[in-house]
């Protein structure tokens, strides 16, 4: 986890360099606690998903660990959406 922030800046550079792949379905499950931490993630989210064909995000009562704290509702919501495209 640390070593990733050896590479944000490269990373970030890779990302705004190229297109968003706007017909890969996606489903975001994300933090209510990113707002104290990432002010304006929801709206850059927000910004993202408005270009993707098919996309939606799930905001979660947990901590940064959402795929470990929520797992269960995590698995449930993917299989529906999946089963919806």
């Known amino acids: 986890m640390l070593r990733e922030v050896d590479y944000l800046k490269d990373n970030a550079k890779t990302v705004a360099e190229n297109e968003a792949p706007t017909n890969t ?3 975001f499950f994300v933090s209510n ?4 931490i990432a002010i304006g993630w929801k709206k850059a989210l927000s910004d993202y998903l408005s270009r993707i064909t098919i ?3 799930m905001q979660l009562a ?3 660990y959402v795929y ?3 797992a269960e509702i995590i698995s449930e919501e993917t299989k529906a ?5």
Do not use: C, E, I
Not at 33 to 36: I, L, R
Not at 81 to 85: E, G, H, K, P
């Open 33 to 36: 606690d990113q707002k104290a």
């Open 55 to 57: 996309g939606k995000y």
């Open 62 to 64: 947990t901590g940064h």
């Open 68 to 70: 470990h704290d929520k």
């Open 25 to 27: 379905p996606m489903y």
């Open 81 to 85: 959406f999946l089963l919806s495209l």
